[in-house]
């Protein structure tokens, strides 16, 4: 074990090494002209703004909370087994997931203007330039994960548990103080997806609204005021938010094996720690074969398919991945294995990483059939639209209910199959395997914002139309691949839930939720009820801001004589502004929800309501997130279909009709969904389940009564003298 982990944070330097490679290469690229160059400065400047306004606010959580883990840490009793440290692993998993989204979005503020000036090449240099921004977002991602997990494991083992076997109070402790990583990584990708869904969310309402729709110009027209902030909105919501949400998403799901695989008693070759250090390998072979991959993500001519270069990448890191988690099970876990009573073989996980990868891979087609264009579900859409924007709505509802079914239909069968082979264990590890191509993931979902970038920089720079039909041609497959990105995203949260859920109740000390305590079912009916809240917080800031910028919107239309003829400039900043002190402002009571709630609830009534909470939360969110995110998706292309012109009873009608509007009305309804609430769930359940990791041994039952009630906050003393 002593030699192997290094293995780990090595991985992680080979994808800081290639993020560093590839980010040379996309800012050696031409920049275009003068205009450009200063269209792109004002989104730079607008994304680095707001990233520091967010940091100031987020300092003011980070510290306190931090000073709290430490307090919490510092206390003794049986059953305890934390240390002051996991402050420090706290704000290090904050540092590192900020630092993630901050990579994404410098990058991809340098990649969209080098891709609309590609464009004026081909649509194969546009696809290299807006790709290789994504992938080094991704790797940069993966790259500091990997690395901050592997390096603080091997940091803490050396602290606390040098030459203790896997199962002793020592390695207790050094893994309790890794959660605190995941929990600073999990509460900044909240209020960075959060806040950035806000911002971009009313900046593109006003936009649409008035620009589009009210004025009759295109959204990303340079006489529209807020299309900077749309542009700006892009990189700090679909970038910098997805970069935090899914680095976030990475190290919960190997810190949750690592919790379980360390409960595992077996004789091997490595100390007794290979269940530990699978979810480890398995993320570090997966990042180079999404590295592998990346290369083979090109095409040729004008007419080849986008969709199935990015598709191409995507298998081939899936099958890598496939291959060597084989021989990696194979020659680190020994043959049996028992985890709770349950015993499995080596065999038997890898049938379980087998089943992550083919839910991921599920996940991803069913996701890009219901939003991607000429498919029936968005066709549907764009159909209703004929007859108005009620039946637009309508249709789109109807779509993003529809499509839970698939999904929830294969996560039933990934969770059933992988706890089959391999119990609780098989399902996290499962997860991981779904994971371990996160990279690629990620590279192919910011892919998506850069090229969305580059053709709003093609409009305002007015560039010739051969430009724009190429970035919209990948701002299309971008749509779908930000859908299918989300959708990767909801279904690893879910398994990730569950994993996490299985180490609360070893920890927790419970044995089983009864549903029949009416207590219990309290929990579960509360923790159902917190995905609709915390959505309708979120809808609801994004419509308060963008009610301001549609004001603004208007007012600079109505004061400021020659926007229209080109004579004046909008005043940007102001646009700019109104979304970033909104976003600010509304993205702390949705946050403060999902950390505070688990908390109340775990110290005022037990583990078990809590665990109760737990699973109400995670059902929920999951079906509340497909949901929103997919109909969110099929609205925005169905719009985009019409840029094309599409046949409706046999009348062709292109942007600018009737129709049209409708399907500009059901895209401003579906924003905030697949931006703003529907990708903020899987943080959301994430995040409370640990939480509830974090504080399971202070509310700990012991003989059915809560222990350490002399050593826990004082809340925990009220219920004592109760």
Not at 111 to 126: C, P
Not at 169 to 193: C, P, Q
Request: hydrophobic fraction near 50%; proline fraction near 3%.
């Amino acid at each position: 074990m002593d030699s192997i982990v290094y293995l780990v944070p090595a991985f992680g330097i080979v994808g800081l090494l290639y993020t560093a490679w590839k980010f040379s290469w996309v800012s050696k690229q031409d920049a275009g002209n003068d205009t450009m160059k200063e269209l792109s400065g004002y989104i730079a400047d607008g994304a680095i703004a707001f990233l520091k306004a967010e940091w100031k606010i987020l300092a003011y959580f980070a510290i306190p909370t931090a000073i709290l883990l430490a307090w919490l840490g510092n206390q003794e009793g049986p059953g305890f087994h934390s240390s002051p440290l996991i402050a420090v692993a706290f704000l290090i998993g904050a540092i590192f997931s900020a630092t993630a989204g901050y990579i994404g979005m410098i990058v991809a503020t340098k990649a969209n203007v080098r891709t609309a000036e590609a464009a004026r090449t081909s649509l194969a240099k546009a696809l290299s330039v807006s790709f290789t921004g994504g992938s080094v977002m991704g790797m940069g991602v993966a790259g500091l994960a990997i690395l901050g997990l592997g390096g603080l494991f091997i940091t803490f083992y050396q602290i606390f548990a040098q030459g203790q076997a896997l199962t002793s109070n020592e390695m207790k402790t050094a893994i309790e103080v890794l959660a605190g990583f995941s929990l600073g990584a999990e509460s900044i990708a909240l209020f960075a997806r959060v806040g950035g869904g806000i911002y971009t969310k009313a900046a593109d309402v006003g936009a649409d609204l008035v620009g589009k729709v009210e004025a009759g110009i295109p959204e990303d027209d340079v006489r529209n005021p807020a299309t900077i902030a749309d542009n700006v909105g892009d990189n700090v919501g679909d970038v910098a938010g997805m970069g935090a949400d899914l680095f976030g998403s990475y190290v919960a799901t190997i810190l949750a094996t690592m919790v379980l695989g360390q409960e595992i008693e077996v004789s091997d070759n490595y100390g007794g720690f290979s269940p530990v250090l699978l979810p480890m390998l398995i993320a570090g072979v997966g990042l180079l074969a999404s590295l592998v991959s990346t290369f083979f993500v090109r095409i040729k001519n004008e007419t080849d398919s986008v969709q199935n270069a990015l598709n191409t990448g995507n298998y081939l890191s899936i099958a890598i991945t496939f291959i060597t988690s084989y021989f990696l099970v194979k020659n680190i876990l020994p043959e049996s294995l028992v985890l709770r009573g349950f015993s499995f073989t080596a065999m038997d996980v890898f049938y379980s990483i087998i089943v992550g990868l083919i839910v991921g891979t599920l996940m991803s087609i069913i996701t890009e059939y219901y939003t991607a264009m000429g498919k029936r579900p968005v066709d549907s859409i764009v159909q209703k639209s004929g007859t108005g924007h009620a039946t637009n709505i309508i249709g789109g509802l109807a779509v993003g209910m529809e499509s839970t079914v698939l999904p929830i239909l294969v996560l039933a069968a990934g969770i059933y199959f992988s706890y089959f082979f391999a119990g609780i264990y098989g399902v996290s590890i499962a997860a991981a395997g779904m994971m371990a191509t996160t990279a690629m993931q990620l590279a192919i979902d910011a892919f998506g914002p850069i090229a969305d970038n580059a053709g709003g920089i093609a409009e305002m720079a007015q560039l010739p139309a051969e430009v724009r039909e190429r970035t919209d041609n990948l701002d299309a497959v971008g749509n779908t691949t930000a859908a299918t990105g989300k959708g990767f995203a909801i279904a690893s949260a879910a398994l990730t839930s569950l994993a996490l859920f299985g180490a609360f109740v070893g920890i927790s000390g419970i044995t089983q939720i009864d549903i029949y305590k009416a207590d219990v079912l309290a929990g579960l009916f509360v923790g159902g009820m917190i995905p609709f809240i915390f959505s309708a917080l979120c809808i609801s800031a994004v419509g308060k801001a963008a009610m301001e910028m549609v004001n603004e919107v208007r007012r600079q239309f109505r004061e400021i004589p020659g926007i229209m003829e080109y004579k004046a400039k909008p005043e940007y900043e102001k646009c700019v502004a109104i979304s970033t002190e909104a976003s600010i402002r509304q993205m702390m009571l949705p946050g403060a929800i999902a950390l505070s709630v688990p908390v109340i609830v775990g110290f005022i009534m037990g583990p078990e309501v809590l665990g109760g909470l737990l699973a109400g939360v995670t059902v929920s969110g999951v079906l509340m997130g497909i949901f929103q995110s997919n109909a969110g998706g099929a609205w925005d292309n169905a719009k985009k279909s019409f840029e094309k012109g599409v046949l409706i009873d046999g009348v062709t009608y292109k942007k600018g009709s009737e129709p049209h509007k409708a399907a500009v009305t059901g895209d401003t309804v579906g924003d905030p969904f697949k931006d703003t609430s529907g990708p903020s769930m899987n943080i959301l359940i994430k995040l409370m389940s640990i939480v509830s990791l974090v504080i399971a041994p202070y509310i700990a039952k012991t003989d059915g009564k809560v222990s350490h009630v002399e050593k826990a906050p004082i809340v925990m003393k009220i219920v004592a003298k109760k």
